[in-house]
C-alpha cells in the first residue's frame, strides 16, 4: 500500500459524526467548559502574519487560520461563547483588522484577556470583544501606522498610510470607550517613544482612558463571559 492509499485509508476510517470543534482543537487551541457551557480559546501570539510568511523564527497567528476558525465557532450549535487570550506584538494591519471585524460580528457572547502585551494592531483585537480585559501587568503600545521596506515619497503615500490609520481609529473608537480626540493624542504623542511617536499603556492606564473595560485576571474574564452567556439564554 503506498503513502496516498495509507492518506485515503485513514480518511475512510475517520469518524462519520466527528464535530467542528475537534477540527479546531487539532489546531492548537483549547475548548473548556463549565457545567453545560462551552467555551472556545482563541490565543493570538506574537506577530499577526498577513499576506506575506514570516521567518520560521518567529512567533506568529496566521489570519488564514483564524478567520475560517471563527466562522466555525460561530456556527458551531455546540460552542457558548469565546475567550481570545493576546499576547502580541502586532503585525499586519490588514489582517489584523480583519480578524477584529470577524470577531466583532460574532453573535455569540465574545470576552478579550490582554496577557503580556496587546501592541499596535492587537489593540482592535483586543477591544472587538464584547468585554475586554488586561491584567495590571500588560501594556498596549497606541502608535500610527509604519511600514517597512522602500516607501515612495508621494503624497499618495501619506493620503494611503492617513486612510489606513483613519480605519484603525474608527474601529476602536466604535469598539471601546475611547474618544476619538483621546486616542489621536495618544498616537501622535511625542514625549514618551524615543524613535516614534505614540504612547505605551499600562494595564490600568488602558482601562482610565477608556481603551479596556476592566483591569482583571482570567478568573475574571472567564466569569464575564460565562455570566454573558447565562444572560443570553
Do not use: W
Given at each position: ?102 470577531i466583532a ?100 492606564e ?18 464575564a ?7 443570553d439564554?
Open positions: 500500500m503506498n503513502e496516498n492509499e495509507i492518506m485515503e485509508a485513514e480518511d475512510q476510517t475517520a469518524p462519520a459524526d466527528q464535530k467542528p470543534q475537534d477540527s479546531l482543537t487539532s489546531m492548537g487551541s483549547v475548548i473548556t467548559h463549565r457545567g453545560d457551557r462551552i467555551i472556545y480559546c482563541l490565543t493570538v501570539i506574537g506577530q499577526i502574519e498577513g499576506h506575506f510568511i514570516l521567518p520560521p523564527t518567529n512567533k506568529t497567528t496566521k489570519y488564514e487560520h483564524v478567520i475560517p476558525s471563527l466562522l466555525a465557532i460561530d456556527e458551531d450549535e455546540n460552542i457558548d461563547g469565546l475567550l481570545v487570550l493576546l499576547n502580541t506584538s502586532g503585525g499586519d494591519v490588514e489582517a489584523g483588522l480583519a480578524i477584529a471585524e470577524m460580528g460574532m453573535k455569540k457572547p465574545s470576552v478579550s484577556l490582554v496577557l503580556g502585551g496587546g501592541h499596535s494592531i492587537g489593540i482592535p483585537l483586543a477591544v472587538a470583544c464584547d468585554r475586554s480585559f488586561i491584567v495590571s501587568t500588560a501594556s498596549m503600545t497606541v502608535h500610527p501606522v509604519r511600514t517597512t521596506g522602500l516607501t515612495v515619497g508621494a503624497p499618495q503615500t501619506y493620503r494611503y498610510l492617513q486612510k489606513m490609520q483613519n480605519r484603525i481609529i474608527r474601529f476602536t473608537v466604535e469598539n471601546s470607550h475611547i474618544s476619538e480626540e483621546k486616542y489621536r493624542e495618544l498616537v501622535l504623542n511625542t514625549g514618551e517613544l524615543a524613535t516614534d511617536l505614540g504612547t505605551v499603556l499600562e494595564g490600568k488602558a482601562v482610565d482612558c477608556g481603551l479596556i473595560d476592566a483591569v482583571g485576571t482570567l478568573h475574571e474574564a472567564t466569569d463571559l460565562y455570566a454573558m452567556m447565562e444572560h439564554e
